[in-house]
């Protein structure tokens, strides 16, 4: 087991669990957007930054990535913390002003509006690639990933084209925090939206969930 405090308070864990996991256990809470039970940290967001302090040296980093270790004192609530937490939600409401689950994060951390200008108020994606890593992780399939760069980086098919390896299970819409990714059913057919790409498929070729289950095997949704 390893020894570490979080807050002051004194905590076990076992080798190999990251700080946001031992919070979380702890009911410590800790702010993310791009975190899901059923894929592997990606560390996206970055709202889920603390401050920890190894041999008398301070230092941030995501705790949805960095792994326990023996001794670590891990701060989860300063000054420091809290205005990264408020410029990093404040960029993500100007990305998506009008997502409701990041709108719905803000309000959790006490931010009402964006200091930055919004370029593209209808955009919805954050860009956490939940949707990717549970098309090639759970499904096994990369239908989709992300692709460019800076501020043209985005979700897309590859080459932009319909020829996609997509089988419409529909996971990519389930797993996404903000709507980004739309699916409907009518006249036969399933329709999936990504932001920039559309996609439809018969209805009597489409699986009832992905290959594994998903989403039907989770236990919960975070
Ligand atoms: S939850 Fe750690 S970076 Fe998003």
Redesign the pocket.
């Known amino acids: 087991m390893i020894n570490l405090t979080i807050d002051g308070k004194k905590y076990q864990a076992e080798e190999g669990q990251t700080i946001?996991e031992v919070a979380n256990r702890h009911g410590i809470f800790i702010p993310?957007?791009?975190?899901d039970e059923a894929v592997s940290?990606?560390?996206?967001?970055?709202?889920?930054m603390v401050e920890i302090e190894r041999k008398g040296r301070k230092k941030l980093v995501?705790?949805?990535?960095y792994e326990v270790e023996e001794g670590l004192a891990v701060s989860t609530q300063n000054e420091r913390i809290a205005n990264i937490r408020k410029t990093v939600i404040e960029l993500l409401l100007a990305r998506c002003p009008q997502s409701e689950g990041v709108q719905a994060m803000a309000k959790k951390l006490g931010v009402t509006c964006s200091r930055f200008e919004s370029e593209k108020p209808e955009n919805l994606c954050t860009l956490?690639a939940l949707c990717t890593r549970v098309c090639s992780e759970v499904v096994g399939k990369s239908a989709i990933s992300l692709v460019s760069r800076g501020t043209s980086r985005e979700v897309a098919l590859p080459y932009y084209e319909d020829k996609t390896d997509c089988i419409a299970c529909g996971s990519c819409a389930y797993i996404c925090p903000t709507g980004a990714i739309k699916m409907e059913d009518g006249n036969g057919m399933r329709t999936i939206t990504w932001p920039n790409c559309q996609v439809s498929f018969n209805l009597s070729a489409v699986p009832s969930a992905a290959p594994n289950g998903f989403p039907k095997n989770r236990s919960s949704i975070s």
Request: proline share 0%; charged share 5%; aromatic share 6%.
């Open positions: 946001l993310t957007l791009c975190v940290a990606y560390g996206a967001c970055r709202l889920c995501a705790s949805c990535l956490c």
